[in-house]
C-alpha cells in the first residue's frame, strides 16, 4: 500500500503562486508515475501534471508554461505560477503502479484563485 499526503494549498489573488506538495510513503518502490489532478465544483477530475519515475513530465494544455512538477525520491510537487480563477478547485495527489494498473488517491488540497 502506499499513502500519499498533500500540502501547501490555500486562497491566492490572480497571478500568484502556491506550491503543492505530496508525500508518499509506505510501498515507495512500486510507484510508475506520480502526479496532480485537480476537480472544480460540478465537474470530473482532471489530469493537471505527471511525471514518471525518468522524469518525463506530460501537463494539461491549460497550465502549459504556468505550472511545474517535479520529484523529490517519495516526494512530489507542483509550482503553479501566473494562477488564474478557473484554476480554482481542490487538488489530488496521485501515483500509479502499472503492474495490475493500480492508483492511489491523497485526501485533495483546496486551492482558491481570486479575480
Known amino acids: 500500500q502506499v499513502q500519499l499526503v498533500e500540502s501547501g494549498g490555500g486562497l491566492v489573488q490572480a497571478g500568484g503562486s502556491l506550491r503543492l506538495s505530496c508525500a508518499a510513503s509506505g510501498s515507495i518502490f512500486s510507484i510508475n508515475v506520480m502526479g496532480w489532478y485537480h476537480q472544480a465544483p460540478g465537474k470530473t477530475r482532471e489530469m493537471v501534471a505527471t511525471i514518471t519515475n525518468v522524469g518525463t513530465t506530460n501537463y494539461a494544455d491549460s497550465v502549459k508554461g504556468r505550472f511545474t512538477i517535479s520529484r523529490d525520491k517519495n516526494t512530489v510537487y507542483l509550482q503553479m505560477n501566473s494562477l488564474k480563477p478557473e484554476d480554482t478547485a481542490v487538488y489530488y495527489c496521485?501515483?500509479?503502479?502499472?503492474?495490475?494498473?493500480?492508483?492511489?488517491w491523497g485526501q485533495g488540497t483546496q486551492v482558491t484563485v481570486s479575480s
Open positions: 496521485y501515483a500509479r503502479r502499472y503492474i495490475k494498473s493500480y492508483d492511489w
